[in-house]
């Protein structure tokens, strides 16, 4: 099972957002991984300082980065 987590966003970028979900550790949301509908600009979804709830789909421990979903925190459109 996936694991939950909350976060801040930190920063918007053209293709997602970044989140803190730990003290000194942070993701990446991409874009289509943002919403359950197409957005072409993440402005539009969220804005730095939000706090939103996100999965982590990948763990690229080499590069200490986190991949995460917003879309599979739950089944319910966001």
Excluded: C
Excluded at 13 to 24: K, L, W, Y
Excluded at 35 to 45: F, G, H, I, R
Excluded at 52 to 74: C, G, N, P, Y
Aim: aromatic share 4%.
């Amino acid at each position: 099972m996936s694991q939950k987590l909350h976060g801040e966003v930190t920063k918007l970028v053209p293709f997602g957002v970044f989140v803190q979900v730990a003290d000194g550790i942070e993701g990446l949301v991409h874009l289509q991984k943002l919403t359950w509908t197409p957005e072409d600009d993440p402005s539009d979804v969220v804005q730095v300082g939000d706090e939103i709830t996100v999965v982590v789909t990948e763990i690229d421990r080499e590069r200490r980065r986190l991949v995460l979903s917003r879309r599979q925190v739950s089944s319910d459109h966001l």
